[in-house]
């Protein structure tokens, strides 16, 4: 582990298993901690302000984005979320490695930052076993499927702008290849 810890940053078409790549990452490791993202969205049963968000009112936030706050922010269906650039400083200084799991195109913004970072991309072994993926989980409809899969399609011709591509075709072996990853840089 470097004394300063990393921002890491992973984005994958939906399906792809990042979610559960990075929660054992985390689990697996003493100095891996997720991203706490900023949101004006109200609180869900059983969550936690500071732990799963920190919630915040529109003109809050606003005021983060006038101060440039925050890295990247985003208006996700009316809410808007963003990632606090405190909270990323003072876990980095803390010697951790912080996750941000984010789409293509918040990860170009943050590129567009500037701000130091180690950009990883999760591929599904194939766009059939994505689909399989995606059925097997039960939560969308044929159309909501298929517009999934046009957007996986979209964002795989993004994977060449990361520093690194895992293909995720199994759980094990992909969290040892970004433990080696985050050890290497």
Do not use: C
């Not at 994958?12 to 298993?17: D, E, F």
């Not at 490791?29 to 706490?36: A, L, T, Y």
């Not at 732990?51 to 985003?74: C, H, I, S």
């Not at 803390?94 to 293509?104: A, P, R, S, T």
């Amino acid at each position: 582990m470097s004394e300063t810890g990393k921002l890491v940053i992973v984005s994958a078409p939906s399906g792809t298993g990042k979610t559960v790549v990075t929660e054992k990452l985390i689990r697996e490791s003493n100095s891996v901690i997720r991203s706490v993202s900023v949101t004006t969205r109200l609180p869900r049963s059983g969550e936690i302000d500071g732990v799963d968000y920190f919630f915040v009112t529109p003109a809050a936030f606003k005021k983060m984005v006038k101060e440039n706050a925050l890295l990247e922010w985003a208006n996700v269906h009316g809410n808007l979320y963003g990632t606090p650039k405190q909270f990323l400083e003072t876990e980095q200084k803390k010697g951790n490695d912080v996750i941000l799991v984010i789409d293509v195109q918040g990860a170009k913004q943050i590129r567009e930052t500037g701000y130091p970072a180690v950009f990883i991309f999760l591929k599904p072994p194939s766009m059939e076993e994505l689909k399989r993926r995606l059925k097997k989980r039960g939560t969308e409809d044929e159309a909501e499927l298929a517009r999934r899969l046009v957007r996986a399609e979209e964002e795989l011709k993004h994977a060449d702008e990361y520093d690194y591509i895992v293909v995720n075709d199994d759980l094990d072996k992909t969290v040892d290849t970004l433990k080696k990853i985050l050890q290497e840089v």
